[in-house]
């Protein structure tokens, strides 16, 4: 006898405690692990809100480069020359690095926080990240004027990094291979 004809359905069981099954089981469990995977060991949200462009600022003075972000926590900055120079300065740009002397050198990035002042004129093999930048618009080695400042701030590419996210900037920069994968500003 077909089941719409007189058969009445066995009674629904609870179900056994443990995962959950079905579409909603699979859900359940996929938004579970999005949030897990979102969390740092620390508790922090490592699926941050974009940074905004406007937040971040690099300014080039007479004794080095300024730079400072408005957001929380600490973050990666680097620089590149850009143009078609052989001798361009990529060493600090947090990804390719440089050839010095005929031997490659791994990238020096400034891993910052808050407002920090990069020192101009340390030698290209003493970078210290956070501290100082072999970038110098001067060629005297002293404080450099404003024209000069500017110039040579023209001819350089940014990089910016909070968390998993990079950004880059500048005329040159979107087409410098090392930040290919970062949004640009």
């Known amino acids: 006898m077909p089941p719409s004809l007189g058969r009445s359905r066995p009674p629904t069981l609870p179900r056994p405690p443990g ?50 972000w408005a957001g929380p926590g600490p973050y990666r900055f680097g620089m590149a020359e850009h143009g078609n120079s052989p001798g361009r300065w990529t060493g600090e740009d947090c990804a390719a690095g440089v050839t010095l002397d005929g031997l490659p050198r791994p990238a020096a990035c400034h891993e910052l926080e808050g407002e920090v002042l990069l020192r101009y004129g340390a030698p290209p093999t003493a970078v210290r990240p956070g501290q100082s930048t072999a970038f110098h618009p001067s060629d005297a080695g002293g404080p450099a004027d404003a024209r000069t ?19 880059r900037w500048s005329a040159g920069a979107q087409n410098y291979q090392p930040w290919d994968g970062c949004t640009d500003w």
């Open 19 to 68: 995962p959950a099954r079905g579409w909603r089981g699979l859900l359940a469990g996929l938004v579970l692990a999005t949030a897990a995977a979102c969390m740092h060991e620390d508790g922090a949200d490592s699926a941050a809100a974009p940074v905004d462009p406007h937040d971040v600022r690099v300014r080039w003075e007479a004794t080095g480069i300024r730079v400072s």
């Open 149 to 167: 400042i500017e110039e040579y701030a023209r001819g350089t590419s940014y990089f910016f990094a909070v968390g998993d996210a990079c950004y």
